[in-house]
């Protein structure tokens, strides 16, 4: 599994040097259209480094990079059913990548010299970054031969995620401190399976201890929000912003929240991993909030926007890529325990319980090792894409 994982990682940091040189000018979850399409349309600009217009901008992270970063550009949108687009093309052209248009599948690609980079299809809200599920805020909308894409789903997914240079005023240091968040706890055993007599929350307490010994044999101070049957209140409401406050106290780098999920109806049939980070300012999260005043709350945790985008792909595709499990998707939801942070942070719902071939694999020292190996993994590619935008520091005089 190290080996291949350090291909991929070696493949990931030579797109990172190749993104910040100059660029030439299973079934979708239901999601809301926001409005029909109007009889006109409205044609503008956009910048891509900066965040929605009503959003007040994230202040740069301390220290400040001294890397040199490339301007911002504006991308051009166009207004379809209520909602500012960017043309796929246009992400092509930015990228220096090949787009191609498959009528019959009604699906477009973009590609270089390693492959298909980029897979979007007509009317929906997910599509493929190298072999990886993301999630979109909205449905994709094709006019024409066109495809197109919502553009807070380009500034705050698509562009930190493949080209973080753009973005690295917004980012992080590389991180030195990690709190690990086993979820549940005491009186609340979270998901089960009664067959195999599972209970979620010694699952993720256990996932958690073997991801602390390996992120400390990399050198990270590694803080856990529990490291016995416990929970700080059997209220979640108050229950889950405290495992934020952990982080927050901690002067934390990065939060993670480990979990497994589970089903009610046909589980045999759902398995897999996915990934959640907070949804970002005014977008429509994966699974709609039923308080749609959410959607216009700018929360804490939305400072680490570019930075949740990038840490919550690189912790997916790791998760998918070495464990093997279906691909449920890079997903983005308003969750308790992601609201309050003051570092990037991110939740990982790691298999199903309720899906029993799944749950067998859980139920081994092993699997559950390959979970942590792949977690520790991840953190680490996402340290690298970090440290890569960055200087080197000079050497030490002798």
């Known amino acids: ?64 990079r001294a890397a040199p970063t490339r301007p911002a550009q504006l991308w051009p949108f166009t207004r379809f059913r209520g909602l500012d687009y960017v043309a796929v093309r246009d992400i092509a ?9 498959t009528k019959a599948a009604m699906e477009m690609t973009l590609s270089d010299a390693r492959g298909v980079r980029f897979t979007f299809k007509r009317d929906e809200r997910d599509f493929y970054l190298d072999g990886a599920r993301v999630f979109l805020g909205d449905l994709t909308y094709l006019s024409g031969d066109d ?45 089960q399976n009664l067959r195999r007599k599972l209970d979620e929350k010694d699952m993720t307490l256990d996932v958690a201890s073997r991801l ?25 409401v108050v229950d889950l912003p405290l495992r934020a406050e952990v982080a927050n106290k901690e002067h934390a780098d990065l939060f993670l929240s480990i979990h497994f999920n589970a089903v009610d109806r046909e589980p045999e049939r759902v398995s897999g991993t996915e990934t959640y980070v907070l949804t970002p300012q005014f977008q429509v999260s994966t699974q709609p909030e039923q308080d749609k005043a ?18 919550g792909y690189m912790l997916h595709r790791q998760l998918i890529t070495d464990l093997k499990t279906s691909d ?18 991110v939740l990982v719902e790691s298999a199903y319980l309720s899906n029993d071939a799944e749950a067998r694999r859980v139920a081994t020292p092993e699997f559950r090792q390959q979970i942590a190996e792949a ?14 935008l960055r200087p080197a520091p000079p050497p030490v005089k002798p």
């Not at 990931?12 to 040189?21: D, F, G, I, P």
Request: some cysteine; proline content about 13%; hydrophobic content about 40%.
């Open 375 to 388: 977690m520790a993994e991840g953190v680490s590619n996402y340290a690298a894409a970090l440290a890569a």
């Open 212 to 236: 602390k010994k390996l992120l400390e044999a990399r050198g990270y101070r590694v803080v856990m929000t529990r490291t016995t049957d416990k929970r700080f209140s059997n209220n979640p």
């Open 294 to 311: 959410m959607v216009q709350t700018r929360y804490p945790g939305n400072k680490q926007d570019m930075a949740n985008a990038l840490l």
């Open 147 to 191: 495809l197109w894409v919502p553009k807070l789903d380009v500034i705050k997914t698509i562009a930190p995620i493949f080209a973080p240079a753009d973005h690295a005023a917004f980012l992080p240091a590389p991180p030195k401190t990690i709190v690990l968040d086993p979820g549940h706890g005491g009186t609340d055993p979270g998901k």
């Open 1 to 64: 599994m190290a080996r291949s994982s350090a291909r991929g990682l070696s493949l990931l940091l030579t797109l990172l040097t190749a993104c910040s040189a100059p660029a030439q000018p299973p079934p979708p979850l239901p999601g809301d259209r926001l409005g029909q399409t109007p009889a006109g349309q409205q044609a503008g600009t956009v910048s891509v480094a900066a965040p929605a217009k009503a959003e007040p901008a994230p202040p740069p992270p301390e220290p400040v």
């Open 328 to 345: 449920r998707g890079y997903k983005r939801y308003r969750l308790a325990v992601l609201r309050t942070l003051s570092c990037p942070g």
């Open 93 to 101: 052209k930015r990228y220096g990548l090949k787009a191609a248009w």
